[in-house]
């Protein structure tokens, strides 16, 4: 350390470039690092991933559709700001500490744990407001009038009443739970149109009103 110290004395500059060195070579290992993680193959390179959720992808419009534009695994599951992505990969490690105890690694094992795993990610996308869904869908752009009658409705209701997209889109790409309740969800909805006085008809064109005096 006192020949460091020395050198630094004798040759300032040298030091100086050593030192800015050093960070451009750190600071580039370090988003090298960053980016080679935030791949779809290395999303995959875990079996579990490849073998369960990455089969249930690859039979999802995200996967392949008309368009042609796919949304990649770190598309939905890794933010693109800096610092939302850092702190993802820092409570990415608590996955790695699972991988490694093979918390997952057999589908009898995922099964039992798909519910806890998919509310962990419903309730992250509730929080941030669906951050990474809007990355692409955003509300803003959509043509209304490109979409199905129910589809336009649903958008306006849930902008009304402050929903955010993962409360309806749920089990899209992924198969849903077993134990997810898909009734009592619509149930809720239900409700709360039937509350709201919203016509059944906008949804179901071809349904018949009850008869007069009682209700749905």
């Known amino acids: 350390m006192a020949r460091l110290g020395t050198a630094k004395i004798k040759y300032p500059v040298t030091g100086v470039m050593a030192f800015f060195l050093a960070g451009i070579l750190f600071w580039g290992g ?12 290395f999303c995959i390179s875990c079996h579990a991933m490849e073998a369960f959720v990455y ?8 996967y392949a559709n008309r368009s042609g534009v796919r949304a990649t695994c770190p598309d939905c599951h890794v933010p693109r700001e800096w610092v939302h992505k850092i702190v993802r990969k ?45 990355n692409c869908h955003d509300r803003d752009s959509m043509a209304q009038q490109a979409q199905t009658v129910s589809a336009g409705v649903m958008h306006g209701l849930a902008d ?30 239900h409700e709360r149109m039937e509350r709201d006085g919203i016509d059944c008809k906008l949804c179901h064109e071809a349904i018949a009103a009850p008869p007069k005096g009682e209700e749905w």
């Not at 790695?96 to 509310?119: C, Q």
């Not at 955010?164 to 889109?169: L, N």
Request: proline share 2%.
């Open 30 to 41: 370090f988003n090298w690092s960053l980016e080679l993680t935030n791949t779809e193959s």
């Open 55 to 62: 089969k249930e992808y690859q039979g999802s419009l995200h």
């Open 90 to 134: 820092v409570g990415a490690v608590n996955e790695l500490f699972h991988w490694m105890r093979g918390s997952i690694s057999t589908p009898e094992k995922f099964e039992a744990k798909r519910l806890a795993l998919a509310r962990h990610v419903w309730t992250s996308m509730e929080q941030t407001d669906s951050r990474e869904c809007r």
């Open 160 to 189: 009304g009443w402050g929903e955010t997209c993962i409360e309806c889109h749920k089990g899209i790409v992924h198969a849903l739970p077993r134990e997810f309740d898909i009734y009592a969800t619509m149930d809720e909805l």
